[in-house]
């Protein structure tokens, strides 16, 4: 079993578009967003305290960098955030990228390089796509096309990419090159063949190379094997389950970011703690984050 542990509430951040929980090894902390309230979280789990930093627009994730600040995703594009001096700058812009578009997940590899994905904000056109960051040249990486993506996540040893195409319900996998840039990707899961009703959101590779996605409309996060079966399923009292990141000191405690947008009134009076985090303990440790390289 990779669940060790009860579900419980680490916060009630009453997030709209709680995304993007990333582990913070250096300040041991939780990084998450609010995409749609252009909020940064940062939950401390040993005290129980956590803040927040405005972002300028939009903010799809944050990821911390080998300089010590953290690299956002905005609508306009990558900006270096301070978390000491709460202050955002501009570092790239994503050539080619509609004006209707956001960026909405990512995630590094071993080497410190972000994957990351485009979306239409209104969620209907297929005007989405996937990149690759590396220490300041971005290129295109992997599907286009997507109205919805997330992701990517790429597995422990570097030679796996895997990009979800929520809307389709389907999750893709790709090989990785020696030049680091995927193959052509084929199916890895249907979420419809296992789940009614549910949409993948963002996927994350644990350290035995299993990968979890949370389930927008599904109520809970599902584990699936290397070779693509549905293994475990953890439900949660929320029905917009966004994407797990694995924490603590051993990477064996399981955070989990939710979503208040798209429930009606009834709904949240049914569900008070959607937006929340959420935790567990895992029976199976993630993969530590490496910080992006800067240099």
Known sequence: MAVSGPVSLALDARAMLGE???WDTARQCLWFVDIKSHAVWCLDPQSGTSQWIEAPDQVGWVLPTSTGRLLAGLKSGLHLLDPVTRQFEKTATIPGEPAHNRLNDACTDRAGRV???SMDDNEEAKT???YRYERGTIVAA???GVTITNGPAVNGRADLVYFSDTLGRRIFVAELGEDGLPG???LFVDIAQDFAGAYPDGPVVDA?????????NGWAVARYSPEGRLMETVSLPVANVTKLAFGGADLMTAFVTTARKGLDEAALEAQPQAGGVFTFRSGVAGLATTPVEMT
Request: glycine share 24%; with cysteine.
């Open 20 to 22: 993007g929980p990333v």
């Open 128 to 130: 989405g796509r996937f």
């Open 184 to 186: 052509e990707p084929r």
């Open 142 to 144: 992997g599907p286009a």
């Open 115 to 117: 994957w990351f994905g």
């Open 208 to 216: 035995e190379g299993c990968v979890w996605t949370g389930l927008w």
